[in-house]
Nanobody, 127 residues
């Protein structure tokens, strides 16, 4: 059974930090491309970043320098560390796994190549 469960979301003030977790069952996070996405009400889904099987990461321009993706292979968990949060970072954050490959496609965070998704965790940033 494949399962991705996000946690760590919440409400914070601008400038604050949060660390989101994505616990994965069914596939090793060390061998797959994994990604983080977010979506705000009335807006399209946005790729936040991803990490491939070599540990290489890619980030959206809007979060580069503020967010960081990492993984704990022993816990089979993916993380998204978010710093200097802004109101525009508000949204439902979901993690996803590309179960059939370790590569992520260089320079892109593409939703279509991920085939398993978590339910998401809400992040709300206020001024």
């Amino acid at each position: 059974q494949v399962q991705l469960v996000e946690s760590g979301g919440g409400s914070v003030q601008a400038g604050g930090s949060l660390r989101l977790s994505c616990a994965v069952s069914g596939f090793p996070v060390s061998e797959k491309c994994m990604g983080w996405f977010r979506q705000a009400p009335g807006k399209e889904r946005e790729g936040v970043g991803n990490i491939d099987n070599s540990g290489a990461t890619t980030y959206a321009d809007s979060v580069k320098g503020r967010f960081s993706i990492s993984r704990d292979n022993a816990k089979n968990t993916l993380y998204l560390e978010m710093n200097s949060l802004k109101p525009e970072d508000t949204g439902m954050y979901s993690c996803a796994i590309r179960s059939y490959a370790g590569s992520c496609v260089s320079g892109s965070i593409l939703a279509w190549m991920f085939n398993y998704w978590g339910q998401g965790t809400q992040v709300t940033v206020s001024s």
